[in-house]
T-cell receptor, first 117, second 113 residues
Framework: AQKITQTQPGMFVQEKEAVTLDCTYD???????LFWYKQPSSGEMIFLIY??????QNATEGRYSLNFQKARKSANLVISASQLGDSAMYFC??????????????FGKGTKLSVKP | EADIYQTPRYLVIGTGKKITLECSQT?????MYWYQQDPGMELHLIHY???????EKGDLSSESTVSRIRTEHFPLTLESARPSHTSQYLC????????????FGPGTRLLVL
């Protein structure tokens, strides 16, 4: 069974509008971490935002916020005021537990976001 | 923000050649990783290391090997390249902290003819 599910292979958004990228996860661990990465066409993976399973507040980093709904096991990324430079692949990832092999990330299949001028 | 470097960025090579993909980081991170990613697809972990002299295989079986003789250096070697090895290879590193965020290098795009 997939541990990280991103159901939107591709998304379009108009410049300056907000967009939500969906991510659901599956784990029986109580301690886990959720990450979002951006991958432009150049190929590098850029860390955007992190949410720990015990964090009570939703994480925010500039124009990025993470809508964390623990009971639903969802960790959606919200990008406000989209810019043309936001066009990229976006990957959701989960770390189950801490330390050792539990520190490794499991990635979703990604969502390709295209921002229209 | 981590400084992590990969060379070469692009490599075109013939079948049967031995290749080494270089990865170095200047953050002093103990943990390092290699991922394989086909275009537009998810990342698959092929190797990781907890520190010097530690190497482990990841979730995706790979014919490559790795070594970790120095903290900052984690090269990946293919003894005999094949067209099926054509892919992007991404190196990452992280600290042993609560968050353990992985920071990635720019990647190496490998094409085996």
């Amino acid at each position: 069974a997939q541990k990280i599910t991103q159901t939107q292979p591709g998304m379009f958004v108009q410049e300056k509008e907000a967009v939500t990228l969906d991510c659901t996860y599956d784990t029986s661990d109580q301690s886990y971490g959720l990450f979002w990465y951006k991958q432009p066409s150049s190929g590098e993976m850029i860390f955007l935002i992190y949410q720990g399973s015990y964090d009570e507040q939703n994480a925010t980093e500039g124009r990025y916020s993470l809508n964390f709904q623990k009971a639903r096991k969802s960790a959606n990324l919200v990008i406000s005021a989209s810019q043309l430079g936001d066009s990229a692949m976006y990957f959701c990832a989960m770390r189950e537990g801490y330390g050792g092999s539990q520190g490794n990330l499991i990635f979703g299949k990604g969502t390709k976001l295209s921002v229209k001028p | 923000e981590a400084d992590i470097y990969q060379t070469p960025r692009y490599l075109v090579i013939g079948t049967g050649k031995k290749i080494t993909l270089e990865c170095s980081q200047t953050m002093g991170h103990d943990k390092m990783y290699w991922y394989q990613q086909d275009p537009g697809m998810e990342l698959h972990l092929i190797h990781y290391s907890y520190g010097v002299n530690s190497t482990e295989k990841g979730d995706l079986s790979s014919e490559s090997t790795v070594s970790r003789i120095r903290t900052e250096h984690f090269p990946l070697t293919l003894e005999s390249a094949r067209p099926s090895h054509t892919s992007q290879y991404l190196c990452a590193s992280s600290e042993f902290t609560y968050q353990e965020t992985q920071y990635f290098g720019p990647g190496t795009r490998l094409l085996v003819l």
